[in-house]
Nanobody
């Protein structure tokens, strides 16, 4: 069974920084895409940033230039460095991974983390 465990959320003042981490554990052949999503109260869950197995990245327009996604394949971990945080970044952040399992990676499953709260407020 593969599980994703997130860490790094919290309360920060506007203009501050936070770094989120999400580590996958279990029997994993490989991990394809990784990403971060967020959901504010009363709103849908939206993509914040994603990174392919080859390192190509994609960002939502609202975070471009402020957030950086990265991954450590040896640790099955994805990171989200968040700088110049704004109150509108307040949300629950979820990590997401496309995990391949089985002896030859023949099974694919989309996994989600449990979510971590990020609050930007003075």
């Amino acid at each position: 069974q593969v599980q994703l465990v997130e860490s790094g959320g919290g309360l920060v003042q506007p203009g501050g920084s936070l770094r989120l981490s999400c580590a996958a554990s279990g029997t994993i052949f490989s991990i394809d895409g990784m990403g971060w999503y967020r959901q504010a109260p009363g709103k849908q869950r939206d993509l914040v940033a994603s990174i392919t197995s080859g390192g190509s990245t994609n960002y939502a327009g609202s975070v471009k230039g402020r957030f950086t996604i990265s991954r450590d394949n040896a640790k099955n971990t994805v990171y989200l460095q968040m700088d110049s945080l704004k109150p509108e970044d307040t949300a629950v952040y979820y990590c997401n991974m496309v995990v391949r399992m089985g002896a030859k990676g023949e099974y694919e499953n989309v996994k989600w983390g449990q979510g971590t709260q990020v609050t930007v407020s003075s």
